[in-house]
Every structure is written in structure tokens, then in C-alpha cells.
């Protein structure tokens, strides 16, 4: 069976991890098929061509498509599932263009181009995401972003979503979906990866707890000098590492000690020896937190916009970046520290919920 994933390559490790977990479930689901997974970059979509791997540029990408189809192999027209991989895909944040999610890069090339033209393949929507302000009831979207959800929900054989907000965006307009855990906490179980020796408190910094403001007052100083504070005073108590997962973050994380051990890899399979290796965190960067939990230890996020309440789904903490203060961020600590109200044994049962929750879902389809 030929598996096309739409996804994102050498461009950010969260969506290798949930890439990793969903290929995982697959396998489970489909033991007794041989399965062949060939990735998309979805913001260059000519790389669903064979031969067009390397593009990265969404205009070039734009320009290339015109090519017939005769011309090259496509991973989508040859594909017998399509699998839209762990992401936001629901968004409305603005009058700009890329600030609506029935603008995005990929949705028209991948899905409507191609896909509705392979009548064997079957469209998988797995841990589709919101990405909303961090207190957004779910109904401030625009008509043309509710036609392209229910567009993409119909089209899909299967849609599972990743949080409370995704969820209540599909039920807005009269649609329905489960919510299970995003599918990164099965990427240990791909890789067959167990728990190191705890050595070190992770830590994560983002300017402004996050990569988008959506016209909101961020107070980016105040988050600044409240981490310093907190990460001054943790210094003198515990084995503190920085992991960045971007070339910002170094930057970011240096501004704040010229001296903090920082981790930092371009292979994102270096992310499972690293945080297999961690007590627990103190992070932004939510996936950080859902591999930490693949291997029993917790996390509490702290995030600027609707992401990060997906880490409830596994009994994780997280706060809104204004709201917190370095006492907060010290009590959190204390918290992780003591266990996380039990958080090892919680997650154990939270995570075999999650894969007969995948399971039933993925059940509609033949083996």
C-alpha cells in the first residue's frame, strides 16, 4: 500500500514527531499490508512530484505545477491513502491572506487537484489542530474558512483532532470529530525508544511564548524578565538545558545566558536521545512536551495562542504568557518535580485510550 503524508521536511521537528507517531499507527493498523510512506513538503507542493524534492520556494512551487502531469511520477495520484499530518489546519485570524486557513499552500494542489482525481486513494485528516487566540471560543471564522473545513472534512475518510478548540470549530458548523491526543506521543514507539537516565530540567524560550501575536498585547518584556528571574534562581538548584528547535531560539536562549548549555540538532531524530533523557520541562514549544510525555515525564507549556491547551489531552499543565510570573514558573517546577500529581502512571492509561481511540477511528477503512 502506498502512503502519501502531507507534511513538512527539514522544516520543523513537531511535525516529524507527529509524522513519526501517525506512521506508527498505521503500521499497527494495517499489520498485515506492507506499507510504503512517501512525504510531501506542504509548503512547497511540487514535491509531490518525484524528482522535486528540494524545492522549498511556495512560489516556484506555484510555477513548476503548470507541468503535465505526464511528465512526472506523483506520490498523490499513485497513492492509495493521503494523510493530511498533525497540524494546524484550522485558522482565521485576520484580513490577511495567509491569516485564513482556506488560504493555505497546499489544500488546492494536494487535495483538490490531485486527490480528487485518484479514485482509489482514501484522505485521512489525523490530529488536526487549531491554531487560534489562546482564548478563542471557536466561532470567529469567516465564511470562506467554514466552506474550505467542510470541504475538507467531507473529502476526508477520516478526521480526528488533536484539541478541545479544533473540535468545537467543526461543531460551530455542524460538524463532529473525535478528540485524541496528537499522535507525537507514539513517535517513541516508532522508534522503539525507551527512557534514558534523568540528567536535566528542559527548558524552552520563546520570544512572546510563541510564534504568533494575532493583533493581541503580548507583554514580551514582562515574559522576559519573569524567565530570567525563574531561570537565574533554577540554575542554583537543578541541571538546566535549553532545547531550541529553530536557529532563533539559540539566539534567544544566548541572549539570556551567553553561558546556558543549549540543544539544538538539524536531525530531528536527535530530539528522542535528548529528551528521553530529561527529568521534565518547562517549555513553549508544545511537541517538546507530548515527546517528553511519550517517555512517562511531564511538561507544563506556556503558549500565547490555542496550541497549547492541546497538551490537557495528555494531563498537562499550560498558562497563557501573559498570566505568568517567574513565582508561577517556580511553583511549576516544584510541581514536575514531586511527579506531576502521578503523572507516569495517568499518562499510561491516557496514552492506550489514545490508540484504541485511533484504532476505532482509523476502523472505516479495509485491511
Same mark, same amino acid.
Given at each position: 500500500m502506498k502512503v502519501a503524508i502531507i507534511t513538512t521536511i527539514r522544516h520543523n521537528v513537531g511535525d516529524d514527531f507527529a509524522r513519526d507517531g %501517525? %506512521?506508527?499507527?498505521?503500521? @499497527?493498523? #494495517?499489520?498485515?499490508q506492507e506499507l510504503h510512506f512517501q512525504n &510531501?513538503? !506542504?509548503?512547497?507542493?511540487i514535491t509531490v512530484r518525484y524528482g522535486f524534492e528540494n524545492f522549498r520556494s511556495r512560489i516556484v512551487s506555484t510555477m513548476l505545477d503548470v507541468i503535465?502531469?505526464?511528465?512526472?511520477?506523483?506520490? &498523490?495520484?499513485?497513492a492509495d491513502l493521503v494523510v493530511q499530518s498533525g497540524a494546524p489546519v484550522y485558522w482565521c485570524n485576520g484580513w490577511r491572506w495567509g491569516a485564513h486557513c482556506a488560504h493555505n499552500e497546499w489544500y488546492h494542489g494536494l487535495i483538490k487537484k490531485r486527490f480528487c482525481r485518484n479514485p482509489r486513494a482514501k484522505l485521512l485528516n489525523l490530529g488536526a489542530g487549531s491554531c487560534q487566540r489562546y482564548h478563542s471560543d471557536g466561532l470567529d471564522f469567516c465564511s470562506r474558512c467554514q466552506r474550505y473545513i467542510k470541504e475538507f472534512f467531507e473529502t476526508a475518510a477520516v478526521t480526528t483532532v488533536r484539541d478541545k478548540l479544533a473540535k468545537e470549530i467543526l461543531n460551530s458548523i455542524g460538524l463532529d470529530a473525535p478528540v485524541i491526543p496528537c499522535p507525537s506521543i507514539f513517535m517513541s514507539d516508532q522508534h522503539g525508544a525507551t527512557s534514558g537516565e534523568e540528567e536535566y530540567v528542559v527548558l524552552n524560550y520563546m520570544d512572546g511564548g510563541g510564534h504568533y501575536i494575532f493583533g493581541r498585547n503580548i507583554d514580551r518584556d514582562k515574559w522576559k524578565k519573569e524567565f530570567v528571574k525563574f531561570y537565574y534562581e533554577l540554575? !542554583?538548584?537543578d541541571n538546566v538545558r535549553f532545547v531550541c528547535h529553530d536557529r532563533k531560539e539559540i539566539q534567544e536562549a544566548?541572549?539570556?545566558? @551567553?553561558q546556558a548549555d *543549549? #540543544?539544538?540538532s538539524n536531525d530531528y531524530l536527535d530530539y528522542i536521545d535528548f529528551y528521553s533523557r530529561a527529568k521534565f520541562g518547562i517549555v513553549s514549544? *508544545?511537541?517538546?512536551? #507530548?515527546?517528553m510525555a511519550s517517555f512517562g515525564k511531564p511538561a507544563v507549556v506556556i503558549g500565547n495562542d490555542s496550541r497549547a491547551k492541546m497538551v490537557s489531552e495528555i494531563g498537562l499543565e499550560n498558562f497563557f504568557v501573559n498570566k505568568v510570573n517567574s513565582e508561577l514558573l517556580m511553583q511549576q517546577y516544584e510541581y514536575l518535580k514531586n511527579g506531576a500529581n502521578n503523572f507516569i502512571e495517568r499518562f499510561k492509561v491516557l496514552k492506550q485510550k489514545a490508540y484504541n481511540d485511533y484504532m476505532k477511528a482509523l476502523s472505516v477503512l479495509p485491511r
Open positions: %501517525i %506512521i506508527y499507527l498505521l503500521k @499497527q493498523y #494495517f499489520k498485515n &510531501i513538503h !506542504k509548503h512547497a507542493p503535465p502531469y505526464s511528465i512526472s511520477k506523483d506520490r &498523490i495520484l499513485e540554575k !542554583k538548584h544566548k541572549k539570556l545566558d @551567553q *543549549v #540543544f539544538y514549544r *508544545v511537541h517538546g512536551a #507530548f515527546v
